[in-house]
């Protein structure tokens, strides 16, 4: 088994569903309301553990209502909390997410998760040790993002960096980072003034762009590859992207070569999307490997 560790966001995951997206100023009937956790670390440590990881989550939550909600299923789903916090006379985070012409738009309230500061992370020092990769996301203060970089080169302990929501970041914490999963947005704002195929050529094996339904390209060193997604009538696609990324870090945490461990994430993603929810559909182990045979 592989042990992970996951830093990054907790939430709660406020879901609209529509037949169509309101435009600015307009107001449109909604089909239903659902309250369901989320955040894209905890997602992110949900998928690992049912894909079979050891995983340590370490982030904040709030003294609240949602905060107590957003730790029970951290737990229930064989998260190990001991470094998640409730932070006091704080919201925990919050996602308002509108589903609507089969894809989805979110607006991210961070609350207790800019309390994931860099001397926080510290204090979970013992669980990053024993991790055989690391991952992070960006819906905590970007200070802790170059701070978790710095600490995993020191280490000697990979870094799964997945950029989201967009943001730049600097040329150290890129270079720190042992892999990088934009999708085609965000490899637009990190890599400014290079095309996509220079930025595959300059970070072989390490970026890693996710395109969707249409899968994710890298570059091997020789050529830039496309490892292609499996179709499926997408339900909710919420949550694809951190089961993609949770998919990839336990496959090379187990020692598998880049190309099987994209295959991996792809089908892991995929059977994500069937069900309602960021975390609804994240399949277990048995379910990917037998959906791969």
Do not use: W
């Not at 737990?75 to 589903?99: C, F, M, Q």
């Not at 738009?105 to 992370?121: F, L, M, R």
């Not at 990324?245 to 099987?260: F, H, K, P, Q």
């Not at 994500?272 to 048995?286: D, E, I, N, T, Y």
Request: with cysteine.
């Amino acid at each position: 088994m592989s042990n992970i560790c996951v830093i990054g966001s907790s939430s709660m995951d406020l879901v609209v569903t529509s037949q169509k997206r309101p435009k600015a100023g307009e107001t449109v009937l909604g089909d239903s309301f659902k309250t369901v956790p989320g955040g894209k670390g905890a997602n992110q440590a949900v998928a690992a553990a049912r894909l079979g990881a050891e995983v340590h989550m370490i982030g904040c939550v709030g003294d609240d209502h949602y905060g107590k909600a957003i730790l029970a299923n951290l737990k229930a789903n064989d998260v190990l909390t001991d470094y998640v916090e409730p932070v006091t006379d704080t919201e925990s985070g919050t996602a308002h997410i509108v589903l609507a012409d089969g894809d989805n738009s979110i607006i991210v309230v961070k609350g207790a998760n800019d309390h994931v500061t860099p001397e926080y992370v510290e204090r979970a020092l013992p669980a990053i040790e024993r991790a055989d990769i690391v991952m992070i996301q960006q819906e905590i203060p970007e200070d802790t993002v170059d701070y978790v970089s710095r600490l995993c080169k020191t280490l000697g302990t990979p870094l799964l960096l997945n950029p989201a929501p967009a943001r730049p970041l600097s040329k150290a914490t890129i270079e720190n980072a042992a892999y990088i999963t934009p999708n085609e947005h965000e490899a637009s704002v990190l890599f400014q003034g290079l095309s996509r195929e220079e930025a595959l050529q300059r970070f072989p094996e390490k970026l890693f762009i996710t395109e969707g339904k249409n899968g994710v390209r890298f570059h091997n060193g020789t050529e830039e590859r496309l490892i292609p997604s499996f179709p499926v009538k997408a339900v909710d696609t919420t949550g694809a992207g951190d089961t993609f990324n949770a998919g990839l870090a336990v496959a090379l945490s187990e020692g598998g070569d880049i190309e099987s461990a994209l295959r991996f994430a792809n089908r892991a993603a995929s059977l994500s999307v069937l069900k309602f929810g960021a975390q609804g559909g994240m399949p277990k182990r048995a379910e990917v490997e037998r959906a791969l045979s």
